[in-house]
């Protein structure tokens, strides 16, 4: 099992930024698929993005295809999100998931570790 822990939530204006990060422990993730997924108040987690395990592969949601972009450091055993243009919107708690020895895909509960999530509020 690897522990995972985000970082870079806060509160921005809309059409801000920010970078996630994700930080594993417990095993290196360079086998790993990574994702990050997303709750907003009263909805249900939703796929946000996610990267193969050498980062040759990614997938975003329509949502946010061109302003988010997902990318890993295995050496530092990071995942990271940049959220650009930032709506509304996009406000949620975000989390970090990540499965092994496969495909990075959008189904949350095939995914069995989790990080606590972080807060990202975008004000208009």
């Known amino acids: 099992q690897v522990q995972l822990v985000e970082s870079g939530g806060g509160l921005v204006q809309a059409g801000g930024s920010l970078r996630l990060s994700c930080a594993a422990s417990?095993?290196?993730?360079?086998?790993?698929?990574m994702a990050w997924f997303r709750q907003a108040p009263g909805k249900e987690r939703e796929f946000v993005a996610a990267?193969?395990?050498?980062?040759?592969?990614?997938d975003y949601a329509d949502s946010v295809k061109g302003r988010f972009t997902i990318s890993r450091d295995n050496a530092k055993n990071t995942v990271y999100l940049q959220l650009n243009s930032l709506k509304p919107e996009d406000t949620a708690v975000y989390y970090c998931?990540?499965?092994?020895?496969?495909?990075?895909?959008?189904?949350?509960?095939?995914?069995?570790?989790w990080g606590q999530g972080t807060q990202v509020t975008v004000s208009s």
């Open positions: 998931a990540a499965r092994r020895f496969i495909a990075p895909g959008r189904t949350k509960s095939e995914y069995p570790d």
């Open positions: 417990g095993r290196a993730i360079n086998s790993y698929s």
């Open positions: 990267i193969s395990w050498n980062g040759g592969s990614t």
